[in-house]
Every structure is written in C-alpha cells, then in structure tokens.
C-alpha cells in the first residue's frame, strides 16, 4: 500500500491578514506551505501518492461511500438503466434511476463529486508547477511522477467534461485567493488539455511499459495510452464528432499497447480457472490484465463489494452450513437488469454461466445429512465482487477494483478499425475466443460489425462503470430482441425500462447550485 500524506495546495499565513508584523514568526509545526515543499524527490512522490486516495479524483467513482448506496459508478450505470440498486437509501439515487432527477434534487449527491475531481486537480496542479520549477529535483527522477499527475488530473477532467459538460479548465494552483471565480471552457477545449496532459505522460514521462500491478500498483505507460485510447475514441462521438481522425488516433494508441512487449496479456484457462474465475480471485489482482485498477488492503483499507454479492434476503445463520457470512450486511445496491442480462447468452456467453459474472445461488454441502444444498437468490447477484475469505472469515477484503483492463483495449481497437473500414477481426477475435463455448462468426458488414462490438463492450465490460458513458458517447440504447441477441436504437426517446424516456437533457447532468453559488461566473445546463 503507498505511503500517503495529504498537503495543502494554499496556505495563507495569518501575518498577512493581521496588522500586526511580529504576530507570528515560527514555521507551523503540523503543516508545511507549498513554498517549503518539493524539496526533495521523495516530497514530490509522496504528495503524488496522495492522488491515489480513494476519497478524491478519479478513483472516488469506484469507492463505496455508504454501504446502501455504493459507489458513484453504481448509480451511473443505475441511471443507464441496466443495473439497479433496490436498498438506496441517499434520495438522490432513485431520482436518477427514475429520471426526476433535477438541479436542486441532485445537488447533493453531485455537488461533493465535483469538488472530489477539482481537489485532485489541484493537487496534481501544485505538484506540476512546484516539482517543475525546482531545479534541484533531477529531471529525470521527476518526470515519472510528474506523468503521473497529468494523468490523474486528465482523468479527473475527462469524468467532469462527460459528465457536466463545458467546465472550468484550471491548470495552475491557486496561491492567492485572487481569480477565485471562473468561466466554464468549452467541451473541445477540456478533450485537448486531457490530451496533451496524457501524450506527455506517454512521451515524455519516462513511465515503465507494464501492467499497473507489475509497476508497483502505479500508473505506467499502458495506463496512460489506454485512458488516451478511450479519450480518442470518446471524442470521435457525442458530442465532438471528430469522426475519422480520432478513430485514427484510437486505434494508433490502442495498437501501441497491444503491439508493446510490456508483457500486457488477457487472462486465459490456464491453472484450471476460467478468466473471469480470475477477475475475480484476489490472488490475480494485479495480473497481466489490469491496466487501472483501485488499489484496497485488508488491513488497511478494506472494499465493501463483496457484501454485495449477496441479496440480504440470504438467511442468517446459514442452516447447517459449513461457514457462516462474516459481515453484519449483505444488500442488493447493484444488480443486473433484465435487459443486461438478456444480452447475454447463457448457453453459449461463459460469461453468464452461473458464478462467472453473476449468481443466482449459494451452494453447499449440509452438516447434517451431508447431501448438497442450494439456497436460491430472489435476483441475480453481481459474482465478480463474490471474495470467499472476507465473506465467510474475515469480513476484509483487498479485492482490487478494475477500471481499466486489456479487454477494454482489444475493444476500442476493434471499435476504431471498424469505424474506419478496416477489418476488427484481429481485435475482436481474442474477446470471443475467451467469451464464447463457440464464439459467433464476425458479420461482413460494417454495420453489423459494428453491433457486435458494442454489444461486447456491455457484455465484457460489465460492473466495470462503463454503460452510461458508452450510451451518451454513441447516442445510442441497447435493445434484446431473443436472449443473446443486441440491437441498437437512439438513446433519446429510449425508454429507461422504469416508465420514462431519456430526454436530451440528461445527456449532460445539472452543475450543482452549490458551485453556482460558489461562482457566479458558471452557467447551468440545458433543461435544469
């Protein structure tokens, strides 16, 4: 686990705002200013460190805040439509899940996700500029950490410019409360700053070309490339539209990673686990797959996603079982809607065989007559967070969340050929291969090629936070017709299978009023 500090990005001394010039004259003990600061290389890792924190910047989109709630990802893909949380018990969540949601109602919910992305960015900003400026601190041990904090601050703009559209681009500290207010920046003027921050860090940061976890469980070359990756083939749809020189962007950044001998690699069969087996097994945490993932120790600072692995209509104690769930709560706060699983076909998708992605029973052998017993779920269970020793002994677990994983990279390459004319076969036939009991034939038209692949994007990357913003990106709605198979129609008109129609406001959510109130200077959007 990294060694984490928190510092502040401005310190205003007390002697500035008194009268008084003798009033204080000693160095605060506890806190340091920035001008005290990255001094030293190990200065400038540790307060890189701190933008790993769970509690801020992008990684606070995968951390559970209140167990009935879950995790902001949770309630984007609850918005989507396509996962349900049953137990919220924050107000806000079912306004998004019902489309009520408005600027007043939900500024509660997005008002402290707001200021979580612009405290990293100014974290990342102060480490930028005081690491850059100091002469003293080699180039050449800072530049990977300097690539690091680009990369966190371009991934904080990237969840804000998705989500809230035009905002403010800040890319210095603040060290006086002078220029507090600002404008929001246009939305194609936010995508470059989020490229340029991420081709330094490719080009420039010295990063090492690995998976994540063989990099110590810090960002590297891979990472990096694939969120550019993403970014690219983002702003080749809504609402930039770039079309073809993105695609042509995505798919050199995407073949750069899967063309590296940084030892990248899909999970596979091998050891008698199945590849999903191996999502989700603590022991493959930072495997050859993982190209970003949110790091937790059990003995430091737990995950809470086993506990919903499990509905908490589960009977406790367990009758005449072997084991005995450890944790106080199990609760239903993600589960798979109809339409999400009817993607899947449960025949021939290893996927949603029964206790590779989902579940829908707990399985055992009874103490008392020794014959096998099944303890039926009233809905189907997410079992990917399913961690056995947490559950049933320790009630911690380490588990790791993904974010990003090479599926996700084979698939924009896929995505991107295809846009562009070129055969996908070559990306998409390791999805399949690994996926499928027979994996289906590839279509000959771009088109239905095209289907496909977008249907495996919801398949693969399932519990992984990317379904609202593949929607919103493509503007287009995922349709079952039969089990297994996936049509798409326009997201706006689209039913969210609740009794209302996504409109097109909800393709950007409400600034919250908070920040309004904050900053005269922003604007509300459309429709709030």
Excluded at 101 to 128: M, V
Aim: proline content about 7%; glycine content about 6%; charged content about 15%.
């Amino acid at each position: 686990m990294k060694n984490i500090i928190i510092f502040s990005g401005l310190l205003l001394a007390v002697l500035g705002l008194g009268s008084c010039k003798k009033f204080l004259q000693e160095n605060p003990k506890s806190e340091q200013p920035v001008s005290a600061y990255f001094q030293t290389i190990d200065q400038v890792q540790s307060a890189v460190n701190y933008l790993y924190n769970v509690a801020e910047g992008p990684n606070s989109l995968f951390n559970v805040g209140g167990l009935y709630d879950g995790t902001y990802s949770f309630v984007f893909d609850n918005l989507s439509g396509l996962a349900n949380n049953l137990v919220a018990q924050n107000p806000s969540i079912p306004y998004f899940a019902s489309l009520t949601f408005t600027a007043e109602n939900a500024n509660g919910y997005l008002d402290p996700l707001w200021a979580q992305l612009y405290s990293n960015i100014a974290s990342a900003n102060t480490i930028i500029t005081n690491t850059t400026s100091n002469t003293a601190i080699s180039s050449t041990d800072a530049a990977p950490l300097l690539a690091t904090a680009r990369y966190f601050r371009a991934m904080d703009y990237y969840y804000l410019v998705r989500i809230f559209g035009a905002v403010p681009l800040v890319l210095q500290p603040y060290t006086s409360l002078n220029n507090l207010d600002v404008t929001r920046t246009s939305i194609d003027s936010v995508y470059s700053a989020i490229e340029s921050d991420l081709n330094w860090a490719i080009t420039n940061g010295s990063l090492a070309d690995k998976p994540m976890g063989g990099n110590g469980n810090q960002v590297s070359k891979g990472t990096a490339e694939t969120l550019l990756a993403e970014v690219y083939l983002t702003a080749a749809g809504y609402p930039l539209q770039q079309g073809q020189a993105a695609y042509t962007q995505a798919l050199a950044t995407a073949t750069a990673v899967l063309n590296s001998t940084g030892g990248y690699a899909l999970f596979d069969n091998s050891g008698g686990t199945t590849p999903f087996d191996k999502l989700r097994l603590t022991s493959y945490d930072g495997g050859t797959e993982y190209m970003y993932f949110v790091e937790y120790n059990s003995a430091i600072q737990q995950s809470a996603y086993p506990e919903y692995s499990i509905p908490n209509t589960f009977p406790l104690p367990i009758p005449n079982s072997p084991v005995q769930v450890a944790y106080t709560l199990m609760e239903q706060v993600w589960t798979p809607s109809t339409v999400l699983l009817g993607m899947y076909d449960s025949v021939n998708d290893i996927r949603r065989h029964e206790k590779q992605f989902f579940s829908s029973s707990f399985n055992y052998n009874s103490t008392a007559t020794g014959l096998p017993v099944s303890i039926p779920y009233n809905v189907f269970m997410p079992y990917r967070w399913y961690d056995s020793v947490a559950i049933f002994q320790t009630a911690d677990s380490g588990k790791y969340t993904a974010v990003y994983r090479l599926a996700d990279v084979y698939l924009i390459a896929a995505e991107a050929a295809n846009a562009l004319g070129q055969d996908p076969t070559p990306y998409l036939t390791p999805i399949l291969n690994r996926a499928y009991v027979t994996p289906p034939a590839i279509p000959a038209d771009q088109a239905g090629r095209m289907t496909l692949i977008l249907a495996e994007r919801y398949r693969e990357l399932a519990m992984e936070g990317h379904f609202w913003f593949d929607m919103i990106r493509t503007r287009l709605y995922p349709d079952v017709t039969t089990p297994g198979t996936v049509t798409f129609s326009s997201l706006v008109g689209h039913s969210n299978g609740r009794g209302r129609s996504f409109t097109s406001t909800e393709l950007l959510l409400p600034v919250p009023p908070t920040e309004i109130q904050r900053d005269p200077n922003l604007t509300q959007n459309p429709g709030y």
